[in-house]
């Protein structure tokens, strides 16, 4: 399976992050999708994930509100993270995660920077 | 502040053996399996290690992952240049219902 991410680089703060997670090579209807993000000389932090179920999970140790969803019809995946900070700045991946397993599969990356 | 603890940093030299190390609670190490993975500079990890000990198809035998208790391990043997990356764990926090990983060790192969 790949991944690739897609959206804008940079972001104003207060606004709202937007990024799709393009799917091929396997369908969205299995396994778990998610949003992982690394800030700048800094370690891993998961997100969240949607499933094809319907069920989404947040990590409830971010600051800003984030709504991960997905569109079946063009086997994708998107997160929104709104009222952005500086701190926000980071590489942001999607990634395949086999539940309660392991992540096993990550797009490239986007950096996104928050700046006004 | 990383939910897992790893060593910022480790060193060998070519031909050596390294082990890097990853510690968490009963409840997220000493409960779920294990994952390694590898990442270069500007690049996405990459995973290495499931299940505390199996390698991902491709990956050489030179790298091996364990686990004992609240601790896992990665060890590298017969080092060489190219392993030089940053390496980072990973396990399921049953609590959280995700991944939580490590702040990532920075290989430097001397």
């Known amino acids: 399976v790949q991944l690739q991410e897609s959206g804008p680089g940079l972001v104003k703060p207060s606004e709202t992050l937007s990024l799709t997670c393009s799917v091929s090579?396997?369908?969205?209807?299995?396994?778990?999708w998610s949003w992982i993000r690394q800030p700048p000389g800094k370690g891993l932090e998961w997100m969240g994930y949607?499933?094809?179920?319907?069920?989404?999970r947040n990590n409830p140790s971010l600051k800003s509100p984030v709504t991960i969803s997905m569109d079946t019809s063009k086997n994708q995946f998107s997160l929104k993270l709104r009222s952005v900070t500086a701190a926000d700045t980071a590489v942001y991946y999607c990634?395949?995660?086999?539940?309660?397993?392991?992540?096993?599969?990550w797009g490239q990356g986007t950096l996104v920077t928050v700046s006004s | 502040q990383s939910v897992l603890t790893q060593p910022p940093s480790v060193s060998g030299t070519p031909g050596q053996n390294v082990t890097i190390s990853c510690s968490g609670s009963?409840?997220?190490?000493?409960?779920?399996?294990v994952s390694w993975f590898q990442q270069f500079p500007g690049t996405a990890p990459k995973l290495l290690i499931y299940?505390?000990?199996q390698r991902l198809s491709g990956v050489p035998d030179r790298f091996s992952g364990s686990k004992s208790g609240t601790s896992a391990s990665l060890a590298i043997s017969g080092l060489r240049s190219e392993d030089e990356a940053e390496y980072h764990c990973?396990?399921?926090?049953?609590?959280?219902?995700?991944?939580?990983f490590g702040g990532g060790t920075k290989l430097a192969v001397l």
């Open positions: 990973a396990a399921w926090d049953d609590s959280l219902s995700g991944p939580v």
């Open positions: 299940r505390n000990n």
């Open positions: 990634a395949r995660i086999d539940y309660g397993d392991s992540v096993d599969s």
């Open positions: 949607v499933h094809y179920s319907g069920k989404s």
């Open positions: 090579g396997g369908s969205i209807r299995t396994y778990y």
């Open positions: 009963t409840f997220i190490i000493g409960s779920n399996y």
